[in-house]
């Protein structure tokens, strides 16, 4: 059974960056396409970005491309999320999710929060102005 724990979340202006984490527990972690979502107060959670199980291939919103990137660590089980010049509106409360069975990753299939096996609990950015 796959668990997932998310940390690096905090309090950063706008124009900074922040690194996220997403630590996996497990043997099959590298099995797992490991996607990040994101929900602010009052709106639906919202897809930010994706990486395949090997880490050669990614897909991104719209709202965060040049912006952030995703990599992979399958060493260490941990998936970051890079996340450079951020907005206010990028404030929410950032997950990440492993689906199994996908394997394009590049496809809006990806953006699907009901793919996703399992999900960790979630780490807090919040952007002041």
């Known amino acids: 059974q796959l668990q997932l724990v998310e940390s690096g979340g905090g309090l950063v202006q706008a124009g900074g960056s922040l690194r996220l984490s997403c630590a996996a527990s497990?043997?099959?972690?590298?099995?797992?396409?490991i996607g990040w979502f994101r929900q602010a107060p009052g709106k639906e959670r919202e897809f930010v970005g994706i990486?395949?199980?090997?880490?050669?291939?990614?897909y991104y919103a719209d709202s965060v491309k040049g912006r952030f990137t995703v990599s992979r660590d399958n060493v260490k089980n941990t998936v970051y999320l890079q996340t450079n010049s951020l907005k206010p509106e990028d404030t929410a409360v950032y997950y990440c999710?492993?689906?199994?069975?996908?394997?394009?990753?590049?496809?809006?299939?990806?953006?699907?929060?009901?793919?996703?096996?399992?999900w960790g609990q979630g780490t807090q950015v919040t952007v002041s102005s």
């Open positions: 999710a492993g689906a199994y069975a996908i394997v394009d990753v590049t496809t809006t299939h990806s953006t699907d929060p009901g793919v996703y096996d399992v």
């Open positions: 497990g043997r099959i972690f590298s099995r797992y396409a």
């Open positions: 990486i395949n199980y090997s880490g050669e291939s990614a």
